[in-house]
């Protein structure tokens, strides 16, 4: 397996990348002729899933990267996916509104560098996810609850594909149905 995991990796990188870049195949990525708060938003979108990326790369975490590329396509394909069968009409009058594909791409990172890397870099890269969030509900293209939805989707699958580097000690808050939440600890080795 191991010999097969780079070369999926060098796979899915530029298939990744291209399917984030098509849903928004009506617009381009960062926006133009836009305030620089809804720029700032795009180019932390993409960066959180990149960061990520480097992050693997610098702790030469092949594994990692491979859990990365798996828990962002399944993102963005439910994304994509849930937005055509929805088809919401966003605050500004445009389609696909539900859940905002910014901010399951932005939380999609934001949440692999958390799981994996643990919270001293997970607690900005999820503050960085959250302007991204603020972002697109201030330029008037989603609800709240689309950028809710949007970061519950890609927490939802990070759980699914991400688990912390080994020889780790993880803490993570979860939350418990009926409110509230619970701390888990764990040692990997």
């Given at each position: 397996m191991s010999l097969f995991q780079p070369r999926l990796s060098r796979?899915?990188?530029?298939?990744?990348?291209?399917?984030?870049?098509?849903?928004?195949?009506?617009?381009?990525?960062?926006s133009s002729g836009t305030s620089d708060t809804e720029r700032a938003g795009d180019v932390v979108m993409?960066?959180?899933?990149?960061?990520?990326?480097?992050?693997s790369y610098a702790n030469?975490?092949?594994?990692?990267?491979?859990?990365?590329?798996?828990?962002?396509?399944?993102?963005?394909?439910i994304t994509s996916i849930v937005k055509v069968v929805v088809n919401k009409e966003r605050p500004n009058g445009g389609d696909y509104s539900f859940p905002s594909g910014h901010s399951s791409a932005a939380f999609a990172g934001a949440s692999f560098i958390q799981t994996r890397y643990g919270w001293q870099w997970g607690?900005?890269?999820?503050?960085?996810?959250?302007?991204v969030a603020w972002s697109r509900v201030d330029a008037n293209k989603h609800y709240v609850e689309d950028v809710l939805a949007g970061a519950a989707l890609a927490l939802l699958v990070n759980r699914r594909f991400v688990t912390p580097k080994l020889g780790k000690i993880a803490l993570n808050a979860l939350p418990v149905l009926g409110g509230g939440y619970q701390l888990k600890a764990s040692l990997h080795w």
């Open positions: 796979f899915l990188l530029p298939f990744c990348l291209l399917f984030l870049a098509s849903q928004n195949s009506h617009a381009a990525i960062i993409l960066a959180l899933p990149l960061t990520g990326l480097a992050m030469s975490d092949s594994a990692g990267r491979i859990q990365l590329l798996k828990s962002a396509f399944t993102t963005a394909a607690a900005p890269a999820y503050a960085a996810a959250t302007f």
